[in-house]
């Protein structure tokens, strides 16, 4: 069973879990990196006119990516990590769950965050996705030391 952590970093907090994951699990590394890079003030939550502000208050939003498609047909698992925004997902998570087949894959989430817990923002993945196979994993804000599965 081939495995493949796909993370969206903004800071690097979370790819850190993610590279610390990968080395534990065997997995490969897939960046979801959107295609124009975020910037402090992008990131600026407390700025309603910030670019994630903008995107977090709109559901359909789906910021474009650096790579529109990822050939996941040699997985069975994927783990998709993200830091927490506003209690889920960031939208160019769900950009990359749009853009690629996730059929009969296991989709196992994990994310960081400096306050929120993973239940909602898996629970908000389910509803949105309901066709996909799609569990929590684990919160990594710390040191990442065993499978998350």
Known sequence: MKKLIAYFSASGVTE?????????TGADLHE???AIAYTQADL???DKKSRSTMEMTDPQSRPALAEEKTDLSA??????????WWGVAPRVVNTFIDNNDM???QLVIFATS?????????KDLQKTYP???IKAGKLLNG???EDIL
């Open 32 to 34: 979801i990196a959107p």
């Open 75 to 84: 997985y069975d698992t994927v783990y998709i990590g993200f830091p927490i």
């Open 114 to 122: 400096g306050g929120s817990g993973l239940d909602y923002a898996v």
């Open 44 to 46: 600026d939550w407390r």
């Open 131 to 133: 066709q996909l196979h």
């Open 143 to 145: 040191s990442v030391t």
């Open 16 to 24: 850190k879990a993610a590279k610390q994951l990968a080395q534990i």
């Open 103 to 105: 059929a009969g894959k």
